[in-house]
């Protein structure tokens, strides 16, 4: 009897950032995804704003490791895709954890992330436990947390009708609300 191996679907376009394993694109391909890695292509690859842009110009998803950890990336790389839009998949963990372990990550996650990719430009970042969205909205709520800017009110900590003096806030009407 023979058997004859069907080819896999072809799936999303990704990106690779530099700060990924490069095995990790190998094992990617390999499920059928179409995947280049940053520093193989036409883009400053140390420069995490100009591989957005390079991934959202070519129409890819940028696989990263980054947290963004550094205060200035963090808001330019918010303020980039929510002005001008981007997809980003962040793999929890970082570098010290295996690659087939990041492909466990991306694979267990594909469903909701395709499903939030098609809706939404922003970011995702996926873990072991399940995958957290960040669409545009959410994106400059980490800017204005970045830069002290209260995106919302104070809440007061004990409800109306147990505070003392019985007195209630008066509440915020969407044209005092500081958000964008």
């Known amino acids: 009897m ?3 191996l069907q080819p896999l679907p ?3 376009r990704l990106l690779i950032d530099t700060d990924v394993n490069p095995h990790l694109a190998r094992y990617l391909r390999a499920v059928g995804f179409n995947v280049l890695f940053a520093a193989k292509v036409r883009v400053d690859y140390r420069d995490d704003i100009a591989i957005i842009k390079w991934a959202r110009k070519h129409r890819r998803i940028v696989v990263t490791h980054d947290r963004y950890k550094d205060r200035a990336t963090k808001i ?17 963990r970082g570098q010290d954890q295996t690659p087939l372990t990041s492909l466990g990550k991306i694979l267990a996650h594909r469903e909701d992330w395709v499903k939030f990719f098609r809706e939404n430009d922003g970011m995702v970042l996926v873990h072991k436990t399940g995958m ?9 709520r980490q800017i204005q947390s970045q830069l002290d800017f209260p995106a919302l ?3 007061a900590s004990k409800s109306p009708s147990t505070r003392k003096g019985g ?4 509440p915020v009407s969407e044209a005092q609300s500081p958000l964008l």
Request: include cysteine; glycine fraction near 6%; charge should be positive.
């Open 153 to 155: 009110p104070k809440i």
């Open 2 to 4: 023979k058997h004859s």
């Open 76 to 92: 330019r790389a918010c303020q980039e895709i929510y002005d001008h839009g981007g997809q980003v998949i962040q793999v929890s």
């Open 167 to 170: 007195r209630r806030p008066k």
């Open 10 to 12: 072809r799936l999303e």
């Open 132 to 140: 957290t969205p960040m669409p545009r909205a959410y994106l400059i």
